[in-house]
């Protein structure tokens, strides 16, 4: 049976908020353990990697939501329609930075049990190709199109949600910055690397939580 557009399944919903957020906490105390405990680097890449799969499977809820949603308003589904739709856009395109992450903190956590590692380079900091494919998801899902699908059952959060979404993307960016290494191997701001990321993280929770659908909700 096909679902409108402005009617998500909440159950998924809350799934996809659930997963947001607890990806988000994992990013966010991985990048405390980073400032605080340096040494303790694996600790740091653990609460990554297990972050960066919360968020995938988040990410991929949210893209099956949005098939789903546009199954339901232009029929069968087709490329050229996809690919203006800013909904499932915008998901791929989160979805795509999700795995990049997945693949980029699985190489942190694993890479000091096969090889020789730097100790400057052992922990996992966000990246500019996926900060990248974050910050453009957060500007395609302003779309009022994109916000009508994914929040209608919690329209007057929509623009919070947004917007939390977006600075959080734009930390992880300045994350990414500062997370530059120079000519000499040492890293640029490991400070201002570990603070943005958890300053992302915090943002991205925000969102996740504003997300959620009210629990008096039906689960329909």
């Known amino acids: 049976?096909?679902?409108?557009?402005?009617?998500?399944?909440?159950?998924?919903?809350?799934l996809e908020a659930f997963g947001f957020a607890i990806g988000s906490?994992?990013?966010a105390t991985g990048a405390l353990t980073a400032q605080f405990a340096p040494d303790a680097a694996q600790s740091s890449n653990l609460q990554f990697m297990i972050g960066a799969l919360f968020f995938t499977a988040a990410a991929a809820i949210q893209g099956w939501l949005a098939h789903k949603h546009q199954a339901a308003a232009d029929g069968a589904w087709q490329v050229k329609k996809a690919i203006r739709n800013p909904d499932w856009l915008s998901s791929v395109v989160q979805f795509l930075?999700?795995?990049?992450?997945?693949?980029?903190?699985?190489?942190?956590?694993?890479?000091?049990?096969v090889s020789?590692?730097?100790?400057?380079?052992?922990?996992w900091?966000?990246?500019?190709?996926?900060?990248?494919l974050f910050l453009i998801s957060s500007i395609i899902a302003w779309s009022p199109m994109a916000r009508q699908r994914r929040h209608s059952h919690v329209q007057r959060r929509s623009i919070w949600i947004c917007q939390a979404n977006l600075y959080g993307s734009i930390a992880f960016g300045v994350a990414?910055?500062?997370g530059?290494?120079?000519?000499?191997?040492?890293l640029l701001n490991s400070a201002v690397a570990n603070w943005a990321t958890f300053a992302g993280g915090v943002?991205?929770?925000?969102?996740?939580?504003?997300?959620?659908?009210?629990w008096s909700q039906p689960l329909t």
């Open 1 to 14: 049976m096909a679902h409108a557009p402005g009617k998500p399944r909440l159950l998924l919903v809350r």
């Open 25 to 27: 906490v994992l990013f």
């Open 97 to 113: 930075g999700t795995l990049y992450f997945n693949a980029m903190t699985i190489r942190a956590f694993v890479e000091p049990f």
């Open 116 to 123: 020789q590692h730097q100790a400057n380079h052992a922990i």
């Open 125 to 132: 900091r966000p990246d500019m190709i996926g900060s990248s």
């Open 176 to 178: 990414a910055l500062a």
């Open 180 to 186: 530059f290494y120079t000519v000499d191997g040492q």
């Open 203 to 214: 943002f991205f929770f925000i969102g996740a939580v504003l997300l959620l659908p009210r």
